[in-house]
């Protein structure tokens, strides 16, 4: 027996796919976390507008570093930065008496120059070693300073 009817093929209403495609993104884009890479927590000195006063030699400690990773510190070539934390450290706090090292703590500059080529190892390796000494001076000055208000 044959069916006398039309065979017709039940359709797909396509409208609410726009509706759901939306819905979806919008979740994703509520849902979804984007991390925001911080990089390094530097602080650079604001920009002088007015002439910088040149350095004397005698007040700049050079710390280099090439792109194979070596280090020259002060015109000598070095394979690692061994005792760059005290160097800066007596370097800073001369206060005059050694005709080769600084004036006093105010004039004396730390220039850390980079190759291109160098490893970011190598580089964050001699950021890290200069920033300490600072921070050790900076202790050792707070220790001197509470020392001096306690015994007054």
Same mark, same amino acid.
């Given at each position: ?5 039309? !065979?017709?093929?039940?359709? !797909? +209403? #396509?409208?609410? !796919? #726009?509706?759901?495609? *939306? &819905?979806? &993104?919008? *979740? $994703? ?10 990089? &390094? ?8 507008? #007015? ?9 700049? *400690?050079?710390?280099?570093?090439? +792109?194979?990773?070596? $280090?020259?510190?002060? @015109? ?14 007596? $370097?800073? !706090? ?17 220039? $850390?120059? /980079?190759?291109? @080529? ?14 300490? #000494?600072?921070?050790?001076?900076? /202790? ?13």
């Amino acid at each position: 027996m044959r069916y006398s009817g039309s !065979l017709t093929r039940p359709e !797909l +209403s #396509a409208g609410s !796919l #726009a509706d759901i495609a *939306f &819905l979806m &993104l919008t *979740f $994703f884009m509520i849902t979804t976390q984007i991390t925001n890479e911080k990089g &390094l927590a530097i602080v650079l000195p604001q920009p002088i507008h #007015a002439p910088v006063a040149p350095i004397h030699k005698r007040n700049l *400690f050079t710390v280099q570093i090439n +792109s194979a990773d070596k $280090f020259m510190v002060n @015109g000598e070539v070095r394979s690692s930065l061994e005792g760059l934390r005290e160097e800066i450290k007596t $370097f800073v !706090l001369n206060h005059g008496q050694d005709v080769t090292l600084s004036d006093n703590p105010e004039k004396a500059v730390v220039s $850390f120059k /980079a190759d291109r @080529g160098a490893t970011h190892r190598a580089y964050i390796y001699t950021l890290d070693e200069i920033q300490a #000494a600072y921070y050790e001076l900076y /202790a050792e000055a707070g220790r001197y300073i509470r020392r001096s208000i306690s015994q007054s």
